[in-house]
């Protein structure tokens, strides 16, 4: 049976990486598509499977990407696509090697 402790420290575990979630899916929303970094969306899923077991960690990795899908898709977006046009546009003009 588990102690008061042992619940306690799961439930800071799971407000931990609920948090964490929150975090990313709201940073990716304002930062556009303009700059990708999906990589980040693997900190919380880790942290939820190590700690919370391998169905969090799951749900987790579904969840998060229908809720990068739902805000990008469904919400009205800060940016236009013009704008992500221009800044993928001017990402890749940049980072082109110069021919001379």
Known sequence: MPTAAVHRGRTIHVVAWLGLSLLVLVVD???GPGIQFPALFIV???IAAWYSGRVWGVLL???LPLGRLYLTTITDTPWSV???VIKRRSASA???PSRG
């Open 82 to 84: 013009t704008e992500s």
């Open 61 to 63: 990795a579904v969840a």
């Open 29 to 31: 929303y304002f930062i």
């Open 94 to 96: 940049c980072s082109a």
């Open 44 to 46: 919380p899923v880790s």
